[in-house]
């Protein structure tokens, strides 16, 4: 009975399990030949780490990383509905979310009704540009309380001078590591 699989979490990320027997043959070769074991380790990892550190749900973190790992030819929606297993409601309102945040971007070709889901181009450079303003911020701030306790706590003020100016050091550094970064990105 070549061709019988019970599919349950094939990725590890799917929100439906189904446990009856069904021919999935062309299925598995259409998302094996998408994602290879390598692929999908690698958007289980990542994934993880992008809930974790850029407050995305888990589906949209996923969906975040296969897109970055897939070629320039983007994924359809029925694409991304089938290789995560989600429902279609599910794709669609985290896509719209990604493409709200400027993590997704989507293309047409001609002849083609359909949209095709990629990363977007400008994703890095938003996000560098979105350090150097909090880096920006956090200078500034240091600045108010610099001066603030140099003239109401004159006291504290010396007791942490050198401290400030070792982070207002690393603060400025990180600026300009960001700045040159920003500089050398593509359409800068």
């Not at 350090?131 to 600045?143: A, D, G, M, R, V």
């Amino acid at each position: 009975m070549a061709g019988l699989f019970y599919l349950t979490k094939f990725f590890g990320f799917f929100s439906s399990v189904i446990t009856e027997p069904v021919l999935y043959l062309p299925f598995i070769k259409f998302i094996m030949g998408i994602c290879s074991a390598e692929k999908r380790k690698l958007i289980e990892e990542i994934g993880i780490l992008f809930e974790q550190t850029h407050d995305l749900t888990p589906l949209s973190a996923r969906i975040n990383v296969m897109l970055i790992l897939s070629p320039n030819e983007g994924h359809t929606f029925e694409d991304i509905t089938q290789i995560t297993g989600a429902s279609k409601s599910s794709v669609s309102t985290q896509l719209n979310m990604l493409l709200q945040l400027n993590r997704a971007e989507y293309f047409t070709k001609p002849g083609d009704r359909k949209r095709y889901f990629r990363a977007s181009k400008q994703y890095l450079t938003m996000r560098l540009k979105d350090h150097l303003t909090k880096i920006n911020s956090e200078l500034e701030l240091i600045e108010k309380l610099s001066s603030y306790n140099k003239q109401h706590n004159p006291e504290k003020y010396n007791r942490h001078l050198e401290f400030t100016n070792h982070f207002r050091e690393y603060l400025e550094a990180q600026r300009q590591n960001l700045e040159t970064a920003i500089a050398k990105m593509p359409g800068n």
